[in-house]
């Protein structure tokens, strides 16, 4: 049972909208676009990674929208603006995680859709869509772990460290050191203001970031991964930074090149978190992926 669902929109801005919806007894906090004059394509649901918020994806909405798509971002648990249960009620694995996704999309009554996936969490998001491989127009992935060769970068590592990892999960410029070094490039000021927020509110968001890491099980999680794209026949669109300084390119390429319905787009100049600085390459890629007849 999914329990209570409450729905509460918050405002508009540049035409995204923020909203939250308690699922069970946990509230997540999404943003969404709507085309303005409607779309029969699915819509488009976009996953953030370690350890960012729905608010990655704002470069990249707006221009989803006007393309005639749907699109919706939620945070995850214990990310940015969503609940950051304790342990005992969440226990942040990828299981937990993938369950928690069943539910939200249950919420907002999606059945069908295209699933856009980033970073580190996005094997979660690639999990649920090798189960769910009936629920996914199309698949999406950016800069996401795609091989058992892929292991988080020491500076994620450090999070999960007892006593050390609390410390340093504390500090809301882990925001900027993280996004800026994973992305080569200055966040502006204004948005690392969204991202410190979470961590300027509550000391629970430094509590999950540890928790999260402890319990990513990537090295399994990437063996089941591996597993699934031997069987994936969805198509997909594999989006990549080059300059990505934690996840070697040539797992992209070399899936790619084994599979005919995996296209590869190459990002030259992008790493680690290409649609903070690349919104619009990425955005002409996406709408061209998601609306073509394959």
Not at 4 to 25: D, Q
Not at 126 to 144: G, K, M
């Amino acid at each position: 049972m999914l329990g209570l669902v409450k729905l509460r929109l918050f405002f508009m801005s540049n035409a995204i909208a923020k909203a939250s919806i308690t699922v069970g007894t946990l509230n997540w906090y999404y943003r969404e676009v709507q085309p303005e004059n409607g779309s029969e394509k699915p819509p488009v649901v976009l996953l953030h990674g370690v350890p960012a918020q729905s608010y990655t994806w704002r470069g990249v909405m707006p221009e989803l929208a006007a393309a005639g798509l749907r699109a919706i971002a939620p945070d995850w648990l214990g990310y940015g603006f969503s609940d950051k249960p304790d342990r005992r009620d969440f226990d942040y694995t990828p299981a937990a995680y993938q369950q928690a996704l069943a539910d939200l999309l249950a919420a907002w009554e999606i059945e069908r859709f295209s699933l856009v996936v980033q970073g580190f969490l996005g094997s979660v998001g690639l999990q649920y869509a090798f189960s769910h491989p009936q629920q996914i127009e199309r698949l999406v992935v950016l800069n996401a772990p795609l091989n058992i060769e892929a292991r988080l970068p020491w500076k994620m590592q450090q999070w999960g460290i007892p006593f050390v990892g609390d410390m340093l999960t504390q500090d809301p410029l882990l925001m900027d050191r993280t996004l800026e070094g994973g992305s080569g490039f200055v966040i502006a000021d204004e948005d690392l203001d969204v991202y410190r927020r979470p961590f300027l509110q509550t000391s629970a968001t430094g509590r999950s970031l540890v928790a999260t890491v402890q319990n990513l099980q990537l090295k399994p999680t990437m063996t089941a991964i591996a597993t699934g794209w031997q069987s994936w026949q969805t198509p997909t669109l594999l989006i990549w930074g080059l300059g990505d300084p934690w996840l070697e390119f040539e797992a992209a390429e070399n899936l790619a090149a084994a599979h005919t319905h995996i296209e590869l787009a190459r990002l030259p100049d992008a790493k680690h978190y290409p649609q903070e600085h690349w919104s619009e390459e990425i955005s002409k890629l996406l709408t061209q992926f998601l609306r073509r007849s394959i």
